[in-house]
């Protein structure tokens, strides 16, 4: 079926403000003939509904039929062809073809229609038939005009490409690209799916502030705001961590909260300053635990939402049916980079010289651990393709989680990779009020020295692990990462409705 846009029929493009003009002109006529907003029509039906119950019959099979359906929706095509016209209209589960004829709705309501533009809504009561090229219709008894739509739709042979505007204008992005809500129903179930996981296993959700006294649970540079009334600084939270854990404290033993956190960093394919985190807590738990329960989400969340544990991200296939590889930071620098000596971890002066000659930042005040996670970063995460996680953190980088009872200058910490990406953080969660007031005056003496992603002291949080947090795991998993590798998605800004972007020129 063509679509006729109400424009010229050559390639010449259309002065925008010259059709919002005449589709004004329109809106003007109607508001001068009575309610040009109406809101009595009712559907009791959708396009996909009447595919699903019809579009395998016979043109035969259809005739006769005399049930009427009610559907509204916007106008993406219309064709008009004397006294009968096809017109399709777009729901929110799909298109169906809508057949107006003058005979059934009257000259009034007929020319009406030959009026109306693609991009207005409208309501439609009729039967269905098929036509003579097999497609299932609706042949029109009653026609409305719900909404006349007052700025025109992309053209149909430029569409809405430019990715800058799809994501400014993400509600047209969503009309006329219908393969960019599926993207977003995607998600949908995956969180759905990722809360019934944890429910069923016996886990609370709840809700912790957004507004926070401390900016804690993580390294970053948090958003400030100010509070009129108290007349005091908050912040707008960078993780719900430590929050989560004082309930941990007060009984609530197996916790989850997904929500969004925001971070005053820049923008990129793979972060948004605000953007949607899965944590969660269980006690009497370690990271071994936490990583196993991580991976058994993650392969059952493909499968439910993508039909297998196989599927392809950027051109590449991912088995996520394999277990998952499990290295340490040490082996695994050592695993792309042949020259390392994995003897030498703790040696800051041999870590300083290789970071520099592989190009990872190595400033002076970097010791052992954050020089290793440094080349770790450089020469490693982006190698990350098929699920891995790495364990054994630098205790410098990992401030909240436990020692390794084997080795103290590492953590029972783990990350997991996919795609090259970052998606999840855990570990065994350091409940030593003594050693976490000391690891935060560590990040205090950081923050003084310039890091601007450093710690602040949470006198309130020692406090609550002096009452005693039980043995605990811990686990964030970022939503937008994750839905980026179900769907196919090289930018988060495609798994985002509307990301923050640079203002207009």
Do not use: C
């Not at 390392?340 to 870590?351: I, M, N, P, Q, V």
């Not at 769907?487 to 203002?503: A, H, N």
Request: charged share 25%; hydrophobic share 40%.
């Amino acid at each position: 079926m063509t679509e006729e846009a109400n424009a010229p029929g050559s390639d010449e493009r259309v002065d925008e403000n010259h059709v919002i003009a005449t589709r004004r002109e329109k809106l003007d006529k109607l508001r001068a003939a009575g309610n040009a907003y109406p809101n009595s029509f009712r559907r009791d039906t959708l396009a996909d509904f009447l595919h699903g119950m019809y579009g395998a019959h016979e043109a035969a099979a259809l005739e006769g039929e005399t049930q009427v359906f009610a559907l509204a929706g916007r106008m993406m095509a219309k064709r008009v062809m004397g006294k009968a016209s096809f017109a399709q209209i777009q729901d929110m589960s799909g298109r169906i073809q809508v057949f107006v004829q003058q005979n059934t709705l009257g000259a009034e309501v007929y020319d009406a229609f030959k009026t109306w533009d693609v991009g207005d809504i409208v309501g439609v009561r009729g039967t269905v038939f098929k036509t003579r090229t097999g497609e299932l219709s609706v042949k029109a008894q009653t026609l409305e005009l719900l909404v006349k739509g007052i700025r025109p739709l992309p053209e149909k042979w430029a569409g809405l490409t430019d990715t800058e505007i799809r994501y400014r204008q993400r509600y047209v992005d969503l009309i006329v690209n219908p393969e960019v809500k599926l993207a977003f129903e995607k998600r949908g179930q995956s969180v759905r799916f990722i809360r019934n996981f944890l429910d069923a296993l016996g886990f609370i959700e709840v809700e912790t502030p957004m507004l926070q006294p401390i900016a804690g649970g993580a390294t970053a540079r948090p958003f400030v705001t100010h509070h009129n009334a108290l007349d005091r600084d908050l912040y707008l939270r960078i993780a719900p961590e430590l929050f989560l854990k004082r309930l941990v404290v007060g009984g609530f033993e197996k916790v989850y909260e997904i929500n969004r956190n925001f971070r005053n960093e820049g923008l990129s394919t793979r972060h948004n300053p605000e953007f949607t985190m899965l944590e969660f807590y269980q006690a009497y738990a370690d990271y071994q635990d936490a990583m196993n329960l991580v991976e058994t989400l993650i392969r059952d969340l493909a499968l439910s939402v993508n039909g297998g544990g196989k599927l392809v991200y950027q051109e590449r296939e991912y088995d996520l049916e394999q277990p998952f590889h499990r290295w340490s930071m040490r082996d695994a620098v050592a695993r792309f980079n042949p020259d390392f000596d994995t003897g030498k971890t703790a040696d800051r002066e041999y870590l300083a010289a290789f970071a520099n000659k592989v190009g990872a930042e190595a400033k002076a005040g970097y010791g052992a651990g954050k020089l290793l996670t440094e080349i770790f970063e450089k020469t490693v995460e982006a190698n990350l393709l098929d699920p891995t996680f790495i364990t054994e953190y630098p205790t410098e980088v990992s401030p909240l989680a436990r020692r390794s009872d084997a080795n103290p200058e590492v953590t029972d910490r783990f990350e997991f990779f996919i795609g090259g990406r970052e998606v999840a953080n855990g570990f065994s969660e350091l409940n030593d009020a003594d050693d976490q007031a000391s690891r935060f005056k560590a990040q205090v003496a950081a923050k003084d020295a310039g890091d601007d992603e450093a710690m602040v002291y949470d006198a309130d949080y020692i406090r609550a692990l002096e009452y005693g947090l039980p043995p605990t795991a811990g686990v964030g998993i970022g939503i937008d990462r994750l839905v980026m590798f179900l769907t196919d998605s090289p930018s988060i800004r495609d798994v985002l409705l509307f990301p923050q972007m640079r203002p207009e020129a």
